[in-house]
């Protein structure tokens, strides 16, 4: 069965230093691969998403994810962190053109001053 | 424009009512979804509609009847409602291999 693994449940950074949130899937094939974020009271907002092509993808907010067949992995990078930046974070797979999206269990941020 | 939409935004009630949360989405997607969100976060999906027709019904007790008059509107209808039932449920909208937009969620907590 399809699954997707974010193997961290909290991440905290400093503001201003880096930040690489993980996601793992479980599929035969290449399935579409989404990040959203919630900030805390809100619903998801799409970050970024990959389909195919470029397996290096820009999305909104400064953040990027790449895509990497090879491990399975579609991780969340950001170069410099804000203190906006603190939320629950989600990875998301559907495969191929299948309804259904897979959400990961979700990883909360959160930024020290 | 809000581009899914979601009443009531909070829903406070005791066990054994009967409630509905109402979705509308004005993107002219095809397809609509039912999430519940526990405490922990984990978003479990509950029902997918196309096209005003059941698609995804994942194992969600039958308490819950989703109904979609048009494809614009997926409405969730809860019977009995038991204290467990109480997390924020998310209505969301695809179209074909897009990737899904969500409303803001309905709080619902059951006394």
């Known amino acids: 069965a399809q699954s997707v693994t974010q193997p961290d449940i909290h991440i905290t950074v400093s503001e201003g230093a880096s930040l690489e949130l993980r996601c793992n899937y479980s599929?035969?094939?290449?399935?579409?691969l989404f990040w959203y974020v919630q900030s805390p009271g809100q619903g998801l907002q799409l970050l970024l998403k990959?389909?195919?092509?470029?397996?290096l993808v820009q999305g909104i907010k400064g953040f990027e994810a790449e895509f990497k067949r090879s491990q399975s992995s579609f991780n969340l990078r950001k170069p410099s962190v804000h203190w906006s930046d603190a939320a629950e974070y989600f990875c998301?797979?559907?495969?191929?053109?299948?309804?259904?999206?897979?959400f990961g269990k979700g990883t909360r941020l959160h930024i020290l001053p | 424009d809000t581009a899914v939409s979601q009443t009531p935004k909070y829903l406070v009630t005791q066990m054994g009512n009967d409630k509905s949360i109402k979705c509308e989405q004005n993107?002219?997607?095809?397809?609509m979804y039912w999430y519940k969100q526990d405490s922990k976060k984990f978003l479990k999906i509950m029902f997918s509609?196309?096209?005003?027709?059941?698609?995804i019904n994942e194992t969600v007790p039958n308490r819950f009847s989703p109904k979609s008059p048009d494809k614009a509107h997926l409405n969730l209808h809860i019977n009995s409602l038991e204290l467990g039932d109480s997390a924020v449920y998310f209505c969301?909208?695809?179209?074909?291999?897009?990737?899904?937009?969500f409303g803001p969620g309905t709080r619902l907590t059951v006394l």
């Open positions: 969301a909208s695809r179209q074909a291999e897009g990737e899904q937009f």
């Open positions: 993107l002219g997607h095809d397809t």
């Open positions: 509609y196309n096209n005003k027709e059941l698609i």
């Open positions: 599929y035969g094939a290449t399935p579409y």
């Open positions: 990959y389909f195919s092509g470029d397996t």
């Open positions: 998301a797979v559907a495969p191929g053109g299948d309804d259904k999206i897979i």
